[in-house]
């Protein structure tokens, strides 16, 4: 059947060629099905399409999961033009192996080793550019304020009073945090925010650099910080049977009331059912006051793969996606922060927060499984997940990532 539509497909193509109406197939997959992402996406690939009558895009979308677990086949057998994906280490492998090629061009053509100038390290690997970035997000705690408001606490600014006022909601009937851990990188999430306020930007980069054990008493200090989180605080109950949106439904119906998670998800927050007004946005507040605050800051982008077809139109389309205008209207549609620095930031309130949460921040961390290799991103991830179950198996646990730490950096 597959065999029988290419060769339609060509006949169809030769056809056309033949009239002189010949349109150039472009091939984008895209990883998001949530309702927003999926709309900015389709209204910027209308844009495109619009301006580039010529060109027929082709789109093929997955969600995240399912997009991560495909793309390596997909690189090396039926190859897109174009494929959504994540600097830093996450491209690394990709790279490495000589499945993306570099955009160097597409950046000096278009003026982005300026416009695009806080993210082009991310997006840099053996002195090569790899892709175009089109969004970033910030991430922190995002909380129930009519829940706030009823118990009468104020956003906390420290560790205790954080512990506090999660001691309140208890007292309460209110679960402090929701999470689903299904897909591991949520409590990936955590554990950032917990380092890098127990031990700051440098170490969090020296430990996914492979520099520091996990065994380290660093990381220890974070893993004890962590276990009273879980005590003193809490998650919701079979996180690890749910993902990311299954864990909205205890936030939304007020069963938890806080939720550490990225700017993406408050799509998510209103079409379960609540108003602006019921949710609002805070940073992880500091444990140490000592260390200066960095956050978790990841982008997205796109790349062209080296088994590409249409590698003219591909880069026309990374481009296009760079763009200042295009990217205000994307980031507007998705509730995300443009990364051109000439394009217009959006009057929404969890923007306004995050721009302003980001521009004072003392570094930006890309997020746990982006700055760690592949590797010992997910065997950490495993690892995390496992002790937010059993904190009393952290021992086991440190011990097994050094090991694998040992494997994957040696």
């Known amino acids: 059947m597959f065999l029988n539509l290419k060769t339609a497909v060509a006949a169809i193509a030769l056809s056309a060629m033949a009239g002189g109406a010949f349109a150039r197939d472009l091939v984008i997959n895209f990883d998001d099905l949530n309702p927003g992402p999926k709309k900015g996406f389709d209204d910027a690939v209308a844009k495109f399409q619009e301006e580039n009558p010529d060109i027929n895009v082709i789109v093929n979308i997955n969600d995240r999961e399912a997009h991560k677990t495909a793309i390596r086949n997909f690189l090396t057998a039926e190859a897109p033009d ?61 909380y129930r304020k009519d829940i706030f408001d009823l118990l009468e606490l104020e956003e906390p600014q420290t ?137 978790e800051a990841p982008a997205d982008a796109f790349f062209i793969p080296t088994n590409a077809t249409n590698v003219e139109d591909a ?43 980001l521009n004072g921040a003392a570094g930006l961390a890309q997020f746990y499984d982006r700055d760690a290799p592949a590797e010992m991103a997910k065997a950490g991830m495993e690892g995390f997940q496992e002790f937010m179950l059993d904190p009393s198996k952290v021992d086991a646990i440190l011990e097994r990532l050094d090991a694998v730490q040992e494997e994957v950096y040696n």
Request: with cysteine; aromatic share 14%.
């Open 82 to 142: 174009v494929t959504s994906w994540y600097p830093g280490n996450r491209m690394a492998p990709f790279v490495d192996a000589g499945l993306f090629q570099p955009v160097d061009d597409v950046w000096e053509e278009n003026g982005f080793n300026e416009d695009l100038a806080a993210i082009k390290p991310t997006m840099s690997r053996d002195g090569k550019i790899w892709g175009v970035p089109y969004s970033y997000y910030q991430w922190g705690i995002y």
């Open 159 to 295: 560790w205790d009073e954080l512990l506090a006022a999660c001691g309140k909601m208890k007292e309460n009937g209110v679960t402090p945090f929701t999470i689903g851990t299904k897909f591991l990188w949520t409590a990936a999430g955590v554990f950032d925010y917990l380092n890098l306020r127990t031990n700051g930007y440098d170490v969090h980069n020296a430990l996914t650099a492979g520099e520091i054990k996990y065994t380290d008493p660093r990381i220890r200090a974070t893993f004890a910080n962590w276990e009273t989180l879980i005590n003193e605080c809490g998650f919701v109950d079979n996180h690890a049977s749910m993902s990311w949106q299954d864990a909205i439904a205890p936030f939304a119906n007020g069963d938890a009331a806080m939720y550490v998670m990225g700017n993406f998800s408050v799509d998510g927050y209103k079409n379960a059912g609540l108003t602006e007004d019921q949710i609002d946005f805070m940073p992880f507040p500091t444990i140490d006051a000592s260390i200066p605050p960095a956050e």
């Open 315 to 357: 880069k026309k389309f990374l481009a296009f996606v760079a763009r200042p205008d295009v990217q205000t209207e994307w980031n507007k549609t998705i509730g995300q922060l443009p990364i051109n620095s000439k394009a217009d930031i959006s009057d929404d309130k969890f923007i306004q927060e995050g721009f302003a949460l």
